[in-house]
C-alpha cells in the first residue's frame, strides 16, 4: 500500500512518455464563452505502469487499475480532486496472479507459472539471475497528475516518408482529440517543427494551423496534412553518422478557452528496412538505404528490482554507444523498455530490436514443457501490445518487433501481431522504395493511420533470418572459446546470431563491495586427468551465476594461461585480461566475415541488472571490464585486425566511402621492449562495406620467435603520417605456449611522462590525460615510435609538477619496455575508515585497459559527474604498475 497527501495546485512533474498533456492548476481565468473553470478543466491521474492490478483511492473514491504489466492507465479525477486544498491518495498494488515457485534446482524461469501472466518473466530467476522475491509487485514506472482544457490530446503518429532517394521527405502525423466538455469544441490545432542549429538556437522549420470542431463528448482521430522537407536532415545509427533530431510539438487551443493540450517529442528521419539476405541468409537490416553490419548486444534491464531512472539509462545506453554497438535487442522475459530508453537511444543512435513478453522457456518449450497456449488472458497480451506500440511508435531508435524469445506467440496472438504491425506500401521493398516518386504518395494511405507500418515484425528470435530462421535452439553458445575459433568458418553456421555469450568477472572493488569477506575466496583450480582444469568456484560466486574461464575437454583456463592467480586482485586482473581478448576476438571473427558469411551478431549479454558475474562489459554499480573496451576496439566503424586464424591483416570498412592513399604499420614487440619485426605495407585502398585481407603476419614463423609477443597495427593515411585512423595492439603466443613469462614483465616498470588537465562545467568534470612510454627500444625501426619519443623527451624537459592547471607526473622505470594494460580509475580522494569502494561511478573514458610501446603516447579522456564536496582523484593501474600511481 502506497499512501500520501497532494497538493491540489496541481504543480506536478511532467509525463515524460508520449502524452506529454500540458500540467497546470485549476483556476478561474477569463471569461467567454466556456469559462475557465473546474467544469472546463480536467485533471486525469496517470499511471505509466504498475505490477500487476490495483486499487486506488482519492479522497474516499476507489478506482480500479486493471491487470496488466505493460499498459497505461487514466482516471479522470476532476470530480474528485480538491484543487484549494490537500488530498488523500492510496495505492494498492497486488502480485501477479501466478507467482509461482522457485524449484530447489533453480531453472530458467522457476516454475514457469509467471508465463500465465502478461507481466516480466525473469522474476522468478534465470541462469544469469537470481529470483525477485515479490516478484516486483508495486508502482514501477511514472505516476503523474495532468491537467488540459476541454480538449485532450493523445497518443499523436509521426511518420516520414521519403522519395526521389533521399532527396525528399514527407512528416505525416495522426492525433487522438477527445472532446471531454458538454460543448461543440471550436478547435485550432498547430503543428510546429523545429531544428537545432547551435546551443539555445532553433530554426522554424514548419508551422501550420488548422481549424475544426469536436462534438461534446467525443473522441475524433485527426489526419494532419503531410509536411514536406527538401533535403531533411537524417538520423543515423552509432558509427553511420549524425543523430539528427527535429522537435516536433502539437499544440490545440479551443475558442473561448485559449491553449488546451500540447505535446511534444524529438523525432528522427529515417527509414528501416529488413530483409533475408540471400547470400548469408541472416537478416539484412538497411537504414536510409545503406546496409549496416549489426554489432550489438542482449539487453535484460536496467535493473533488477525496477529502480530506474533517466540519469541511469543515461550512462546504460552511452555505454553501448561507447562500445560503438548499433543495437540493442530487448530481451522477451525482460520489459517493453521504458520511453527514457528509447529516448537515450534516439540520443546515440541505437538501434531497439524490442520482444512482447513471450520466453520459450515459460510459453511452450521449458523442462518440463510450459503453458503451451501462453499467457491466459490473450486479450490482455494483445491490450498490453498496442498500449506499448502507440507509446514506442515515434521513437527513431525503434527498429523491430519480435514476438517472442526462442519461442513465437501462440497462434491467435501471433496472427493479430501480423496483422497490426503489416507493413505500409512504402515500407514494404528495399529495392523500390528508395527512389519512389511523390505520386507513390497520393496513391496510398496515411501510414501515420497505421498502428506501426514504418517497422518490420518477426515472430520470434530464432524465425526468419536470425539463427537458423525455423525455430531451433541455434543461438548461443554462451561459455569461455579459445579466441581463434571466433575465426573459423565451423565455429557458427547462419548468418545473424542473436545471442553468443561468454564470461564477465568484474574487478576486484566490485566484489568486495557487493560481497561478504567469505566471498573474496577465488576458485580453486583442480587439474583433471585430460590436462585441462576445472575452476571450483565458492557459493557466493555460484549464487551470483559465475561462469568459468575454463571448459574442460574444450578450452584451457584462460585464466592459467598468464599462470595462476594467487589472490583476488591477481585472479581480476588476469579475468580482465582474459575478458578483453575474448570480447575482441568475438567481434572481430564475426566481422572478419561481414557480408560473405554473417549480417550482424548480438552479444549474450552486455549488462546484468543485478550484482552478477556472467556475460556483462560493466558491473551492475556501473563500472566497465575490460571486455568493454576489447569491444571497443574491434567494433570500430574503420577497423585494421589481425585474424585469429589465418594470421592475415585485414581492414574493415563498414563505412559507405572508400579509404584511399591508405597503409598500415606492423610492428611486433618483445618483453625486453625490442622491435624485433617492423614492416610498412605498400600503399592500397579498402573498398566501402568489405573485410580486405592486405598482408600475412609471418613473424611467428621465424626461427626466432618470441614464445610471448605483442603486436602494434596503426592504419594511417599516407598523406599524413599522424592521422591514425584505426590502432589495434594485441598480445600473442606461439602456439603450444602460454602467457606465463608475462609474470616476469610485472616488474619492469618502463617510465612514462603523464599530463592532465581538468575543466568543470556545473557538475561534470573532464580530464584530459595525455601519457607517453619515455622508454626506448635499442633497435626500434618504427618511425612513429621515433617521432614521439624525441618529442616526449623535449616535453620532459618541463619541470614537473603543476604548470598553469596542467598537473605533470613523471613515473621512473627502466630505459626499455612496452607500458602494458594501463588503466584509469577516479576516486573520492577522502573517505571514512573503513570503506571498501571509493570509487566514482559512473565514469565515461575514451579508451581504457591500453598498452604503449616505446614513444608511444596516446590521448585519453574522461568525465563524470562530481558529487558536492568530492574531491576527484585518478589513479593510474597497470600490469607492470602495481599499486596504483595517483596522475590527478
Known amino acids: 500500500m502506497a499512501g500520501g497527501e497532494i497538493d491540489g495546485s496541481g504543480d506536478q512533474r511532467r509525463p515524460s512518455d508520449n502524452n506529454h498533456t500540458t500540467s497546470r492548476s485549476f483556476s478561474s481565468m477569463d471569461g467567454g464563452r466556456h469559462p475557465r473553470n473546474a467544469e472546463n478543466q480536467h485533471a486525469e491521474l496517470n499511471f505509466r505502469a504498475i505490477n500487476y492490478s490495483g486499487e486506488v483511492y482519492l479522497n474516499g473514491h476507489q478506482m480500479i487499475l486493471p491487470k496488466g504489466m505493460f499498459r497505461r492507465n487514466s482516471f479522470d479525477i476532476t470530480d474528485i480532486i480538491n484543487p484549494n486544498g490537500k488530498n488523500l491518495l492510496a495505492v494498492l498494488i497486488h502480485p501477479p496472479d501466478h507467482p509461482g515457485k522457485i524449484p530447489p534446482e533453480g531453472g530458467q524461469g522457476g516454475d514457469h507459472e509467471i508465463g500465465k501472466d502478461v507481466a516480466a518473466q525473469y522474476v522468478e530467476g534465470w541462469d544469469w539471475m537470481t529470483p525477485i522475491r515479490d516478484r516486483n509487485t508495486g508502482i514501477w514506472d511514472e505516476v503523474s497528475i495532468s491537467i488540459t482544457g476541454p480538449v485532450k490530446l493523445s497518443d499523436p503518429h509521426l511518420v516520414s516518408s521519403f522519395f526521389d532517394n533521399y532527396e525528399k521527405s514527407y512528416l505525416q502525423s495522426t492525433v487522438d482529440l477527445e472532446n471531454k466538455s458538454q460543448w461543440l469544441a471550436e478547435c485550432s490545432l498547430t503543428i510546429q517543427v523545429t531544428a537545432e542549429l547551435d546551443e539555445g538556437m532553433r530554426l522554424l522549420e514548419h508551422l501550420q494551423t488548422y481549424e475544426f470542431s469536436i462534438p461534446p463528448k467525443t473522441l475524433i482521430t485527426y489526419t494532419i496534412l503531410p509536411l514536406l522537407f527538401e533535403k531533411p536532415n537524417l538520423w543515423w545509427p552509432n558509427g553511420m553518422g549524425k543523430q539528427f533530431l527535429y522537435n516536433v510539438e502539437l499544440t490545440v487551443d479551443v475558442k473561448g478557452f485559449g491553449e488546451s493540450d500540447s505535446w511534444s517529442h524529438p523525432f528522427g528521419f529515417r527509414k528501416i528496412e529488413s530483409t533475408i539476405d540471400t547470400t548469408t541468409g541472416g537478416r539484412l537490416f538497411r537504414v536510409n538505404g545503406q546496409q549496416i553490419f549489426i554489432r550489438g548486444g542482449n539487453w535484460i534491464l536496467s535493473d533488477g528490482l525496477l529502480r530506474l531512472s533517466a540519469k541511469r539509462y543515461m550512462t546504460d545506453i552511452k555505454f553501448h554507444a561507447d562500445m560503438n554497438f548499433n543495437m540493442i535487442r530487448c530481451w522477451g522475459g525482460g520489459l517493453a523498455e521504458r520511453s527514457e530508453f528509447y529516448h537515450y537511444c534516439d540520443v546515440y543512435g541505437i538501434l531497439v530490436w524490442q520482444e512482447f513478453w513471450i520466453t520459450g522457456d515459460c510459453d511452450g518449450r521449458g523442462m518440463p514443457i510450459s503453458n503451451p497456449n501462453g499467457p491466459l488472458d490473450h486479450d490482455l497480451f494483445l491490450l498490453c501490445a498496442r498500449d506499448t506500440i502507440k507509446l514506442l511508435r515515434n521513437h527513431a531508435s525503434l527498429a523491430l518487433w519480435v514476438g517472442g524469445n526462442e519461442q513465437i506467440p501462440p497462434q491467435d496472438i501471433n496472427t493479430s501481431l501480423i496483422n497490426d504491425l503489416k507493413l505500409h506500401p512504402l515500407f514494404e521493398s528495399i529495392d523500390v522504395t528508395h527512389n519512389l516518386g511523390e505520386d507513390s504518395l497520393k496513391q496510398s494511405d496515411d501510414p501515420s493511420l497505421y498502428l506501426d507500418g514504418t517497422r518490420a515484425y518477426i515472430q520470434g528470435s530464432m524465425w526468419d533470418g536470425f539463427a537458423n530462421g525455423k525455430g531451433d535452439f541455434t543461438d548461443g553458445p554462451y561459455e569461455i572459446q579459445n579466441p581463434e575459433d571466433f575465426f573459423k568458418d565451423e565455429f557458427y553456421q ?176 618483445d618483453l625486453d621492449g625490442k622491435c624485433p619485426y617492423y614492416n610498412i605495407t605498400d600503399k592500397f585502398s579498402a573498398p566501402a562495406k568489405k573485410v580486405s585481407p592486405i598482408i600475412e603476419l609471418n613473424y611467428p614463423k621465424s626461427e626466432n620467435a618470441k614464445p610471448v609477443y605483442f603486436l602494434l597495427l596503426k592504419l594511417f593515411r599516407i598523406s599524413d603520417t599522424n592521422m591514425i585512423i584505426s590502432r589495434n595492439f594485441y598480445w600473442l603466443h606461439l602456439p603450444n605456449s602460454d602467457y606465463n613469462s608475462l609474470e616476469l614483465h610485472r616488474g619492469n616498470r618502463t617510465p612514462l611522462k603523464i599530463t592532465s588537465q581538468a575543466s568543470f562545467a556545473e557538475s561534470i568534470c573532464n580530464i584530459q590525460i595525455h601519457v607517453l612510454n619515455l622508454s626506448k627500444s635499442s633497435n626500434s625501426n618504427s618511425s612513429f615510435s621515433k617521432i614521439l619519443l624525441e618529442n616526449g623527451k623535449k616535453e620532459a624537459s618541463n619541470s614537473m609538477g603543476n604548470e598553469g592547471g596542467v598537473r605533470i607526473v613523471e613515473v621512473d622505470g627502466m630505459d626499455y619496455g612496452v607500458a602494458f594494460f594501463l588503466h584509469f580509475s577516479v576516486v573520492a580522494g577522502e573517505v571514512e575508515d573503513g570503506v571498501v569502494d571509493n570509487r566514482v561511478l559512473p565514469v565515461h573514458y575514451s579508451d581504457n585497459y591500453f598498452s604503449l610501446v616505446p614513444g608511444e603516447e596516446m590521448s585519453i579522456s574522461i568525465w563524470f559527474e562530481v558529487s558536492e564536496g568530492l574531491t576527484p582523484q585518478v589513479l593510474l593501474q597497470g600490469w607492470n604498475y602495481a599499486g596504483g600511481i595517483q596522475v590527478y
Not at 504 to 529: H, S, Y
Not at 580 to 606: D, F, H, N, P
Not at 611 to 618: D, K, M
Open 494 to 669: 547462419y548468418g545473424f546470431n542473436p545471442e553468443v555469450g561468454s564470461v564477465g568477472m568484474p574487478v576486484a572493488t566490485t566484489i568486495r563491495a557487493t560481497m561478504p569477506p567469505e566471498a573474496w575466496q577465488i576458485p580453486t583450480f583442480q587439474k583433471l586427468p585430460t590436462g585441462y582444469v576445472e575452476e571450483i568456484p565458492n557459493p557466493t560466486w555460484e549464487y551470483h551465476k559465475y561462469i568459468p574461464y575454463s571448459k574442460p575437454e574444450k578450452v584451457h583456463d584462460q585464466i592459467g594461461l598468464y599462470g595462476f592467480p594467487k589472490d583476488l586482485d591477481d585472479f581480476c586482473e588476469k579475468a580482465q585480461l582474459v575478458n578483453y581478448v575474448q570480447y575482441k576476438a568475438l567481434l572481430e571473427g564475426w566481422t572478419s566475415r561481414m557480408w560473405t558469411k554473417y549480417t550482424g551478431v548480438l552479444i549474450w549479454k552486455t549488462q546484468n541488472p543485478w550484482t552478477g558475474l556472467r556475460g556483462q562489459f560493466y558491473d551492475h554499480l556501473h563500472d566497465q571490464t575490460a571486455g568493454f573496451y576489447g569491444c571497443r576496439s574491434a567494433a570500430e566503424p574503420i577497423h585494421v585486425q589481425l585474424n585469429l586464424s589465418t594470421f592475415y591483416i585485414e581492414v574493415v570498412n563498414t563505412t559507405s566511402d572508400e579509404l584511399s592513399d591508405i597503409a598500415i604499420e606492423v610492428s611486433v614487440w
